[in-house]
């Protein structure tokens, strides 16, 4: 009821004032602008009755619910977004666990494949390269020596194979210890260097360190 009230007033002015302004037109001016005026107001009231009014309690309950379906939406989004998240995280820890998994057996069957004599050999060999500045040639025949290490020629090919030395810079520390402590010339350290009865190293070896012996 209280919305119809509304139309009623509203339809009883509009027609008022459509009547009030044709009755003062006709006896005034008669001007068509007024009866044009007038004819507006007359269709305004009579489409008054037909127009959908909404009560500030039903525009107040379907902003609610606009607001709450929006709300839903978003965390509906937020909700997929979350999962979606947790689902690469979850795949990409259990990818990197597979992955240290298929790393430690690997490395776990690789050694169990590789002899124990190997890895003595290669410790071995590492340390003659390391404190006594050795050649591979002279680690090698060290290794292998009856009056050395004595082991095979297949352990001391494997160690000489992993051994993580600078040669070059190992022929230049030995051509200093000659330079220093026996005073030889450069033409006598390369011939030391080289020499299968010396240090046995390369040619090249004991190039750079010729070259590099006052540097």
Known sequence: ME????????LIISLGIAY?????????????I???IAFMFLI???YMPFTKTVSPEQEAKESSIS?????SKKRKIEESMSKSISSLKSEKKASSIKAKQSSAKSSESSSKKIPREYVSALIKGQ???DSMYMSKKAVYNQLTSDYGEKFSSDAANYAIANIK???????????KEY???????????????????????????????????NK
């Open 34 to 36: 007024y009866y044009a």
């Open 20 to 32: 009030l302004i044709y009755k003062w037109n006709k006896k005034h001016k008669q001007s068509k």
């Open 179 to 213: 330079q220093e402590e026996q005073n030889m010339s450069p033409d006598a350290i390369y011939d030391q260097l080289t020499s299968d009865y010396g240090e046995q190293f390369t040619p090249d070896e004991a190039n750079y360190a010729i070259q590099h012996l």
């Open 165 to 175: 030395a600078n040669w070059n810079k190992n022929a230049l520390h030995k051509a």
């Open 44 to 46: 305004g009231g009579l």
């Open 67 to 71: 607001e709450k379906s929006s709300l």
């Open 127 to 129: 340390e003659y390269a």
């Open 3 to 10: 919305s119809i009230m509304p139309k009623v007033i509203g």
